[in-house]
């Protein structure tokens, strides 16, 4: 490696940057989820890398390295790790907290040793440092080893008795990013002539509205186009409908986010695919962005390259 990738970093580097480099590093007792925690991490926008040796850590975040700014790293590391001891995890990871371009965190997550064991037990895998002993063995040693990288930890999970759930929810609140509710909606049109949409978590019918197919003027069009809206609204039923939808939605929303879901798939389906339900689709979707929700919106039907359902079956 030349002197100058080698030399310190300049002032002008090290300067407090507007927006510092969010950096989490996960470790913890092996079976206590920290794979799971990276996973979720990895959901909330984190770049998330696991078993980094110890010695490569200082040079991943060195200025310079990366011509993308990251704006948030996860790094998982534990004692299944190259050259992991916790001198060696002391002696790279504390100059990183002392740098103004970072904002580093440890993430430490722990368990009982029994359920540890039990763990282990149930996907028959040894223990990293058992391999040919008793579970409990390694479970022993491993807290031993990790001892002085717990104390040093700024966040302490112990996941004896939480789900995956309790988990999300822990890491969320606190390194998700502001704003982030932690839930992305899709909301998908359909004809049900050509089936449900198979990803679908929520299904409504909107056949029971005005079809604005047996108006000549409006059936050449889509429920995107005003004349269209404006027909379906007109429907006496429409207003109670959309309002009961919104309210059932609203007060699923939370409880979703709650479990910890990541996705939800909301499919509205007419005859046809081309009028209410895509009308029903977009004025959904307006809704729930103005409060401030996460929406993608996907007409299946009108999808390019996607067949109209024959007029038979309207």
Known sequence: MSNEVLAAPSVRAMQPASTKTQVVIVTGMSGAGKSSALNILEDVGFEAIDNLPIAFLGRLLWPGTSSTPRESLAVGVDIRTRDFHADSFSREVEPLRARPDLDLKIVFLDCDSNVIARRFSETRRPHPLAPDRPVMDGIRHER????????????????????????????????????????????????????????????????????????????????????????????????????????????LLPSYREEGKSYLTIAVGCTGGRHRSVFVSEKLAAHLRANGDSVLVRHRELDPGTQRVPDDLL
């Open 144 to 251: 031993q080893l990790l001892a002085p990288v717990r104390e040093v930890a700024d966040l302490v999970i112990d996941t004896s008795n939480i789900n995956a759930a309790d988990l999300r929810r822990q890491l969320e609140r606190r390194f998700a990013p502001s704003g982030r509710h932690g839930l992305t909606i899709s909301i998908v049109s359909f004809a049900y002539g050509k089936g449900l949409p198979r990803e679908a978590d929520l299904v409504f019918d909107v056949r029971f509205l005005l079809n604005p197919h047996y108006v000549d003027s409006l059936r050449p069009g889509t429920g995107q186009d005003a004349p269209v809206a404006r027909y379906i609204e007109q429907d006496i039923d429409f207003a109670p409908f959309f309002e009961s939808l919104t309210g059932l939605i609203g007060r």
